[in-house]
């Protein structure tokens, strides 16, 4: 079955400072989700990403997919409060989108 | 309604009771998600809707777990007997079919006592 890991599994960074975190998958990636998680707030939703070396933008999030690598990044630039939580991704196997398979989850924490 | 809409959104059951966690997917969404997150752990697939049908039951942990959608809109999850260890939160989530974009609900915070 595909796994995911996640790295690192928390991160504290001072507000202001960028922050990368890397999801690598142990089977061939079809596509590639990122959530963000809060307490109480469900997952939302951040981006998803189909095709090797796509990249995409949300505000000052960015996310790529490296496919041979079998491997995505989440970077984000210049952080602030609100980015803190748990990020987590999600891979779509050989099945579909119909059974994501999740990782662990990154936490962020944000100092001021 | 503009998202997936889940209750109730916390539950406390005593050992042994049956419980119902209901799921309103977006309007229009075909596809509808069953996860389970324990406490400070990853996302379990549980389950997946493709209108009524459930092609994919292979998460649902025991056969005290069942799920059931009706006009390819409401889902309900049961847990007959819960024991502690389903004390979880229960997602739901839904999209259309080939859609790339898959919603969330808040989720059902679900504590067995």
């Known amino acids: 079955s595909q796994e995911l890991e996640q790295s690192p599994q928390s991160l504290i960074v001072q507000e202001g400072k960028n922050l990368t975190i890397n999801c690598t998958s142990s089977?061939?990636?079809?596509?590639l989700y990122w959530y963000k998680q809060k307490y109480g707030e469900g997952l939302i939703f951040l981006m998803m990403?189909?095709?090797?070396?796509e990249e995409k933008s949300h505000e000052k999030i960015t996310a790529k997919l490296d496919e041979k690598k079998q491997q995505s990044s989440l970077h984000i630039t210049a952080s602030q409060p609100s980015h803190a939580g748990i990020y987590l991704c999600?891979?779509?196997?050989?099945?579909?989108?119909?059974?994501?398979?999740f990782g662990q989850g990154t936490r962020l924490t944000i100092n001021p | 309604g503009a998202g997936v809409s889940q209750s109730p959104s916390n539950k406390v059951t005593e050992k042994g009771k049956d419980v119902e966690l209901r799921c309103d997917p977006i309007?229009?969404?075909?596809?509808l998600y069953w996860y389970r997150q324990r406490l400070g752990q990853g996302l379990e697939f549980l389950i997946y809707?493709?209108?009524?049908?459930?092609?994919?039951k292979s998460g649902l942990p025991s056969d005290r777990f069942s799920a059931e959608r009706t006009g390819e809109s409401v889902s309900t999850l049961t847990i007959q007997r819960t024991q502690q260890e389903d004390s979880a939160v229960y997602l739901c989530?839904?999209?259309?079919?080939?859609?790339?974009?898959?919603?969330f609900g808040e989720g059902s915070w679900l504590t067995v006592v």
């Open positions: 809707f493709q209108g009524n049908s459930a092609p994919d």
């Open positions: 089977k061939t990636l079809y596509g």
């Open positions: 309007s229009g969404h075909t596809a």
């Open positions: 989530a839904s999209s259309l079919v080939g859609g790339n974009t898959i919603y």
């Open positions: 999600g891979a779509v196997g050989v099945g579909g989108a119909q059974k994501l398979v």
């Open positions: 990403l189909q095709k090797g070396g």
